[in-house]
């Protein structure tokens, strides 16, 4: 199958919208968004809720695991999912890569679904950059934004938008019990990105929605090779 080009216009606006710092508020057309994460915590899980849960609970979502993911770091519970998204989760446990990634890509073709959760463990050689190229032209040629939690992968070439680091972080207080867990906190880098500029933050999420808890700006820090924006890498 033809894989779609991406025209130079294209290109040069990617470039200059690296310029635009990101927040938890801002909106944005959907797209891949890619996920790195330890599989011996559900941080990267609860971290794709959150980022997803903007998107609404009026209509259906779907959640898609490799078997490897469910191995390394369990199946979603229904009653640990936000309650305004429980009711129209969809989920597909597939055995092999090749499945889970051609039920991602059906799923990013139905504009009933309001997103799609992957979960794809490890660097498969199925997940390439066409793959991923794949994914991103199908998320957004169709407008269902795609959140793909990569447990214990590399930073390999990829062709989502953005890319996150993330780590669980000490929770906020609870407002009723001060020995008790509270909101839970994620240290996230936005380590590339062709919308916004990399970025470091301190994460949380409260009210349902995603707070900024503390940021430390990245703008004078040397990215991996291969993972700096276009603009940073047009003036190396």
Not at 91 to 112: I, P, R, T, W
Not at 174 to 183: E, I, P, V
Not at 187 to 199: G, I, K, M, T
Request: aromatic content about 8%; some cysteine; proline content about 5%.
């Amino acid at each position: 199958m033809e894989v779609p080009t991406v025209q130079a216009s294209q290109l040069m606006s990617l470039r200059q919208s690296t310029d635009t710092q990101w927040n938890p508020q801002i909106d944005y057309a959907p797209t891949q968004t890619e996920i790195f994460c330890s599989s011996d915590t559900a941080a990267g899980g609860g971290f794709a809720m959150a980022m997803a849960q903007k998107h609404g609970g009026d209509r259906p979502w779907l959640w898609v695991q490799d078997e490897r993911s469910r191995k390394r770091s369990g199946v979603p519970y229904l009653y640990g999912l936000p309650e305004s998204l429980r009711h129209d989760c969809h989920y597909v446990a597939a055995d092999k890569v090749e499945d889970a990634l051609f039920a991602l890509e059906e799923g990013l073709k139905c504009s009933a679904l309001s997103f799609v959760i992957g979960e794809i463990s490890g660097d498969p050689k199925a997940l390439g950059f066409t793959q991923s190229r794949r994914l991103a032209f199908a998320s957004e040629n169709y407008g269902v934004p795609l959140y793909l939690i990569r447990g214990d992968a590399e930073r390999s070439l990829s062709a989502a938008r953005m890319r996150w680091d993330i780590e669980a972080a000490m929770s906020l207080p609870c407002a009723t019990n001060s020995k008790a867990s509270g909101s839970p906190v994620w240290n996230a880098e936005l380590f590339r990105s062709r919308l916004y500029r990399p970025s470091r933050w301190k994460l949380g999420h409260d009210d349902g929605a995603l707070t900024i808890v503390s940021s430390a700006n990245r703008l004078d820090m040397v990215a991996i090779s291969g993972d700096r924006p276009l603009a940073e890498a047009g003036s190396a």
